[in-house]
């Protein structure tokens, strides 16, 4: 495989591993018993075998003597890539392979293809210390492949302790977002309720940023992808501000939550970034979005200044509580009639919805245009959810907008010119190379992923803390998985998930946001953070985010 001059280079770069990993052995230090987020008594009943454990850290073993580590055992692993791509997977996977060696290098590590669907199907390859060595501190999930299967079935359970029990592996590590490591809880209590001598370890992965709480500090991928997005809506910035002709309407992957859209407005000024959670707040309907985007194009052109950038988070439909209302329906509605509704003709869809929903729903449904309408009622993704990457929100957005502006044209309150660009930024940033920052955490986070194996534990999922430190000062450790859980309706029924991290409105990263838009929409203060760099200084290769400098460290 031939390989670019970065690719070269950036294999050779060591990530940088918190100290108390560095060394001899490490010990568990177990913190207090822990509870669910919320509905403790139905989690508990749900997960008797993995409710309640304590959070883990871990410390450098006292007296710790070469002949202890010649005790230890070789462990065979397993590791599944889950969901969508996020900067650092293969770095997970180098850091548990390094990890696991360290315990015993007669350790092995196997990985599951294509997802949990290759756990179910029995596709693995064994990953050499040769093949993990082409992939170090490169994006993208290719070294096994990725899937959404969703495991939850007790026949896929015991069809992949099948192949566990083959290769003789004793631990599987699943990398994967919110849905991924709910169901590795649930496989972690079934296997430990059956007795199978399996554990089971999750990893935080996911560029949309929401999955993280007061334990875990952020998700994987985050920090490269909004990096990627912000270095292109920079670009844009400084072309809109060239030729001063265009607003620029520029929709941001983040199925739900609205991280990405925030981390690239904190990091760019644009002068416009509608954040979802703070519509729902406000009850906004669709109308009232677009109003609030139209003035501040007319303001804009009072002042001469006919150009502009505007984010959109992509989950922002789902976010208006008319819309959020209708999806929660449609979600009962199919998966209660999923057979019903495949017989009905294409033509007829539509009608057929209709007459199925509530009154207040029905009307909604109706005033949605033609294309968003008949996305709501597409297949979900396995994991229940509407697939809001497909839905063009801002073509949506900027022809309202456009329609309102000739409303206020003819009322003689706007006398500018709109001409509008569209952008969708989403998969450009979920394989590039990790930032330093990702590299780091994600090594990391695979290497703690081994020492939690090897502390026996399951049910948990690998942590760093302060990440706002430089990465040798982290703290490595190990949390609950079912600490971060309560019950949601899912697919029809109430079901014990982890609880998604939206952006809260109390917090600094938004505070910050909304003490700055009304500048950032009149003045043109862009600012343009340029490609990732990753050698050099510092204080340019290995800043965090925004969002976890404000939420570590406040204003
Ligand atoms: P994960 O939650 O699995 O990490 O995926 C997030 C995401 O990148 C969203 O931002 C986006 O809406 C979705 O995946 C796209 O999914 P797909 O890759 O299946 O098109």
């Not at 959070?55 to 590791?79: C, D, M, W, Y």
């Not at 969508?84 to 990985?111: E, M, T, W």
């Not at 490591?181 to 209590?189: D, F, P, R």
């Not at 430190?469 to 949601?488: A, H, Y």
Request: with cysteine; glycine share 8%.
């Amino acid at each position: 495989m031939k390989k670019s001059a970065l690719q070269q280079a950036r294999a050779t770069y060591q990530p940088k591993l918190p100290v108390v990993l560095t060394g001899g052995a490490v010990e568990a230090i177990a913190g207090q018993p822990t509870e669910s987020v919320a509905n403790q008594a139905e989690i508990k009943e749900l997960f008797p075998n993995t409710y309640g454990l304590p959070e883990l850290h871990f410390e450098k073993k006292q007296n710790s003597t070469r002949s202890a580590n010649l005790e230890a055992k070789p462990i065979n692993v397993g590791v599944i890539l889950s969901g969508g791509q996020a900067p650092g997977g293969h770095n997970v996977i180098s850091g548990l392979f390094d990890g696991i060696k360290k315990i015993h290098r007669d350790s092995r590590l196997y990985g599951f293809l294509m997802g949990p669907g290759g756990f179910v199907d029995h596709k693995y390859i064994e990953l050499t210390a040769d093949y993990i060595d082409q992939y170090r501190n490169t994006g993208g999930f290719d070294i096994i492949g990725s899937g959404r299967t969703k495991l939850e079935t007790k026949e896929q359970f015991d069809k992949g302790l099948e192949i566990l029990r083959e290769l003789n592996i004793s631990a599987l590590v699943i990398i994967g977002g919110d849905d991924s490591n709910t169901n590795a809880a649930i496989l972690a209590e079934y296997y430990k309720a059956i007795n199978a001598g399996v554990q089971v370890i999750g990893c935080p992965k996911t560029i949309d940023g929401d999955l993280k709480n007061n334990v875990i500090e952020t998700s994987f991928g985050f920090d490269t992808a909004t990096k990627v997005y912000s270095e292109v809506i920079g670009n844009i910035q400084r072309d809109c501000n060239s030729a001063k002709k265009y607003w620029h309407f520029i929709k941001l992957m983040g199925r739900s939550a609205s991280h990405i859209a925030l981390e690239c407005a904190l990091q760019c000024q644009p002068n416009v970034c509608i954040i979802s959670e703070e519509v729902e707040e406000k009850n906004m309907t669709l109308s009232e979005v677009v109003d609030s985007i139209a003035d501040v194009v007319a303001r804009r052109a009072a002042n001469g200044d006919n150009y502009g950038i505007v984010l959109i988070p992509e989950g922002l439909i789902e976010f208006i509580p008319a819309v959020k209302a209708l999806i929660a329906e449609l979600n009962d509605l199919l998966a209660a009639k999923a057979a019903d509704f495949a017989t009905v003709e294409a033509d007829k869809q539509r009608e057929w919805v209709i007459n199925q929903l509530s009154e207040a729903n029905a009307a909604t449904y109706e005033s949605l245009p033609l294309g968003v309408a008949r996305q709501l009622t597409l297949d979900r993704d396995p994991h229940g959810n509407v697939q809001v990457s497909l839905i063009e929100t801002e073509k949506l957005l900027s022809e309202m907008v456009a329609k309102r502006l000739d409303q206020m044209k003819a009322d003689g309150k706007y006398n500018g010119k709109f001409a509008a660009q569209h952008h969708f930024f989403g998969y450009e940033g979920r394989c590039a190379d990790p930032s330093n920052f990702d590299a780091d955490y994600c090594y990391g986070l695979g290497y703690t992923a081994a020492n939690l194996i090897n502390a026996g534990v399951t049910g948990y999922m690998a942590s760093l803390r302060n990440l706002t430190l430089p990465s040798v000062q982290w703290i490595p450790g190990g949390i609950p998985v079912t600490m971060m859980m309560n019950m949601e309706r899912r697919h029809g029924a109430m079901k014990p998930v982890i609880q998604k991290a939206l952006v809260k409105l109390d917090a600094a990263p938004f505070k910050k946001f909304a003490s700055k838009r009304e500048e950032w929409a009149m003045n043109t203060c862009y600012t343009y953070p340029g490609p990732i760099q990753y050698f050099g200084p510092a204080e340019v290769c290995d800043q965090p985010s925004q969002t976890l400098k404000l939420e570590n460290q406040g204003l």
